[in-house]
């Protein structure tokens, strides 16, 4: 319905611009969509019907609308990159885009764009591309409702796939309720500021499911990133909103729910870290807000690296994780107090609803195998039981400031 | 033999613990699957009780059968039988009775539960395996103590030292000496130190077919492409084994040469 809406909007916009509109029909006089687009001129609508269309490469130079009835197959005939967009306004609604091959000279799309403004690619399937929709020194474009996936192949590297949404040097971009799949990266940003991405679903990328650097003043707002290969790796940006996202199994040994390297003043504010090697890994971050949050049943629910600072964990509640907290490092500023964890025993007199012991999330046991690798073998033996239980009961050898001061005794409920 | 481990067989299958003891497992296996709900979280469970109760159960139980059956070694004893063939065979049965036992106590539940046809039964049997080989391993040891040891108090201590010794004792030791070499690689040397002691053994090999392995980094991949290779489960499997051929052997050199 909506689209149906979309397309009257945009019939009723074009007919007031007294644009053309152009239809592009297998067995017409029109059969071939680069011939349409030669003839368009700015403004002008393509609509283009079902079937199979091999296309020498597409230069689009003014603003265009394309419109695909029930998601026309368009190929590029060396199979090679199809749009290569270099105008402003130009949008591409509803194309079957396909069989991009890799090339390790150039970095083929299935929609390129260079330095425009404007752009927007909308329920589009993108299948078996290099890279999907690719976006430099751009601005105010959508990418919305787009289904990008590759085939996944035997010998599944880093270095013979693309990345399904890669923008760089962009800013005011929306990202928005996109699926992608089987890519290198499945969003992958590089200096793009003051973007939204939301609601989009990234699943079993090889690298990462999300990965951006240099991007500041960015929301990344209820996607879903699951079976990742590295999980999420968010590095050297700023004021980051990042919130009501799930970070899903992404497990293996090198695999992270959350990777934040040199991220300062920024929000992670309600996600859910659901069965993670690590939920959040944190190195060189500083001044971050961690909060309502749920970890459950990762294997690190927090790993913390030295010089990482002030940053505070509240009201997050740690639910059936292997170990809650690793320290590597000495900073005594970060704050851990008001969380619920589900492993506290401690007890609660006054019956305000806080423990009346700290908390000591750091085990002694994930101290030793932070210090010494090889112990993990021993990980789940009665001795390791033994001694976390009596350091629990005594502590001599984990450090005392790291603890929560107002322990929970029920998970909290977020509304 | 064969006369012999029936006839002890029987005799022990049919005993209040036998029921017992698989009365345990059965319990105690359906309440982790019910309170569980999940599979590999029961068989996470299920481990830590079966590393630490088999070989305990297997141990104390061990001893007190054979203390409380000398008389009857003696009438045999008297009887033309060799002495490899009685012992062998009571071993046999004391050891199989437990097993049958653990079988069915821990078996039928994850059966019930549905294991058979999920991607879990490589890990449920893997699971039984050990279990099986640690309750063969530690009833063979409990019951070479009893016939060395005439005293039943010292063998009873000896007995659970062993216990004792192999599933705290030893890793402590070990974490002692990775600590120790903390400076050096100590991948290989953890791997090594594993093999010789059958409880570790065991929960390494449950642990790398379940997903924990990941949780070890690189030192679990180091694991990994040891245990995972086919090289390393021949060489964890036969190592099981020895920990069985070796004590029998010298189990029967003893037995032939007691005095009773």
């Known amino acids: 319905m909506r689209r149906y809406l979309f397309i009257l909007v945009v019939i009723l916009y074009s007919a007031l611009l007294k644009a053309e509109v152009l239809k592009v029909r297998l067995n017409s006089s029109l059969s071939s969509l680069h011939i349409a687009i030669k003839k368009s001129h700015a403004g002008d609508t393509i609509w283009v019907e079902a079937g199979s269309y091999k296309e020498p490469p597409l230069l689009i130079e003014?603003?265009?609308?394309i419109i695909g009835i029930d998601y026309p197959v368009i190929e590029n005939t060396k199979r090679e990159e199809i749009f290569t967009i270099e105008s402003?306004?130009?949008?591409?609604?509803?194309?079957?885009?396909?069989?991009?091959?890799?090339?390790?000279?150039?970095?083929?799309?299935?929609?390129?764009?260079?330095?425009?403004?404007?752009?927007?690619?909308?329920?589009?399937?993108?299948?078996?591309?290099?890279?999907?929709?690719?976006?430099?020194?751009?601005?105010?474009?959508?990418?919305?409702?787009n289904y990008i996936k590759r085939n996944p192949t035997e010998e599944e590297d880093e270095m013979s796939t693309g990345n399904a949404i890669h923008l760089w040097y962009c800013r005011d971009m929306l990202?928005?309720?996109?699926?992608?799949?089987?890519?290198?990266?499945?969003?992958?940003?590089?200096?793009?500021?003051?973007?939204?991405?939301?609601?989009?679903?990234?699943?079993?990328?090889?690298?990462?499911?999300?990965h951006f650097m240099f991007s500041d003043h960015d929301q990344y707002i209820a996607n879903t990133f699951r079976s990742n290969g590295a999980g999420v790796a968010v590095m050297f940006s700023k004021y980051i909103i990042m919130k009501n996202n799930h970070f899903e199994y992404n497990w293996g040994s090198s695999s992270y729910g959350l990777l934040l390297k040199d991220i300062t003043d920024s929000e992670i504010i309600r996600n859910y870290f659901n069965t993670n090697t690590t939920g959040i890994y944190m190195e060189g971050s500083n001044r971050i807000k961690i909060f309502e949050n749920i970890f459950n049943q990762?294997?690190?629910?927090?790993?913390?690296?030295?010089?990482?600072?002030?940053?505070?964990?509240?009201r997050n509640n740690f639910l059936n994780n292997s170990?809650?907290?690793?320290?590597?490092?000495?900073?005594?500023?970060?704050?851990?107090?008001?969380?619920?964890?589900?492993?506290?025993?401690?007890?609660?007199?006054?019956?305000?609803?806080i423990g009346d012991v700290p908390y000591r999330p750091v085990k002694l046991f994930s101290r030793i195998i932070g210090k010494i690798p090889s112990s993990s073998i021993l990980m789940r033996s009665l001795l390791i039981d033994i001694i976390n239980f009596a350091e629990k009961v005594s502590p001599v050898l984990t450090p005392d400031y790291l603890m929560d001061h107002q322990p929970s005794k029920k998970p909290f409920v977020y509304d | 033999m064969f006369k012999i481990f029936k006839y002890s067989f029987f005799d022990l299958i049919r005993s209040t613990w036998s029921l017992v003891y698989l009365l345990f497992f059965l319990v105690i296996t359906s309440a982790i699957l019910y309170m569980s709900g999940d599979l590999t979280k029961a068989i996470i469970s299920m481990m830590n009780v079966i590393l630490m109760l088999i070989p305990l159960v297997s141990t104390v139980f061990g001893a007190i059968y054979l203390y409380n059956s000398r008389e009857f070694a003696e009438l045999l004893l008297a009887q033309p039988i060799k002495r490899k063939s009685f012992f062998l065979g009571q071993y046999l049965g004391l050891s199989i009775s437990l097993t049958v036992s653990f079988l069915i106590g821990v078996g039928l539940p994850f059966i019930f539960w549905g294991v058979i046809g999920s991607k879990y039964l490589s890990n449920f049997l893997v699971l039984m395996g050990v279990g099986l080989l640690l309750g063969f391993i530690f009833s063979l040891l409990s019951y070479w103590v009893a016939l060395r040891f005439e005293n039943r108090i010292k063998g009873f201590g000896f007995a659970l030292f062993i216990w004792l010794f192999m599933s705290v004792i030893y890793d402590g030791i070990f974490l002692l000496i990775l600590i120790w070499f903390e400076s050096?690689?100590?991948?290989?040397?953890?791997?090594?130190?594993?093999?010789?002691?059958?409880?570790?053994?065991?929960?390494?090999?449950?642990?790398?077919?379940?997903?924990?392995?990941?949780?070890?980094?690189?030192?679990?991949?180091?694991?990994?492409?040891?245990f995972g290779a086919l090289n390393g489960i021949l060489i964890s499997s036969m190592t099981l084994f020895l920990?069985?051929?070796?004590?029998?052997?010298?189990?029967?050199?003893?037995?032939?040469?007691?005095?009773?």
Not at chain 1, 62 to 65: A, F
Not at chain 1, 341 to 351: N, P
Not at chain 2, 199 to 226: E, N, Q
Not at chain 2, 249 to 256: D, G, Q, S, T
């Open chain 1, 323 to 353: 170990f809650e907290l690793s320290v590597f490092g000495r900073s005594t500023t970060n704050k851990y107090d008001g969380n619920y964890w589900s492993l506290y025993t401690g007890y609660d007199l006054d019956k305000n609803g």
């Open chain 1, 62 to 65: 003014h603003p265009l609308t």
């Open chain 1, 88 to 145: 402003d306004s130009v949008n591409i609604i509803g194309l079957q885009l396909q069989n991009v091959d890799v090339n390790y000279v150039n970095d083929f799309a299935a929609i390129k764009v260079n330095k425009q403004e404007g752009c927007k690619f909308e329920n589009n399937h993108i299948l078996n591309s290099f890279f999907g929709i690719m976006l430099k020194n751009s601005s105010t474009c959508i990418i919305r409702n």
């Open chain 1, 175 to 210: 990202i928005e309720k996109n699926e992608t799949r089987n890519h290198r990266d499945g969003i992958y940003l590089e200096f793009v500021d003051r973007s939204i991405v939301r609601e989009n679903l990234v699943v079993d990328n090889i690298r990462y499911g999300l």
């Open chain 2, 184 to 226: 050096y690689p100590t991948e290989n040397l953890a791997i090594i130190l594993t093999l010789f002691n059958p409880i570790d053994l065991g929960r390494v090999l449950i642990m790398l077919f379940l997903d924990t392995s990941a949780l070890m980094g690189y030192t679990g991949a180091v694991f990994y492409k040891f």
């Open chain 2, 243 to 260: 920990w069985i051929i070796i004590p029998v052997f010298f189990l029967v050199r003893y037995a032939n040469k007691k005095d009773f």
């Open chain 1, 298 to 314: 990762n294997g690190w629910a927090l790993k913390i690296y030295g010089s990482s600072n002030e940053n505070q964990f509240s």
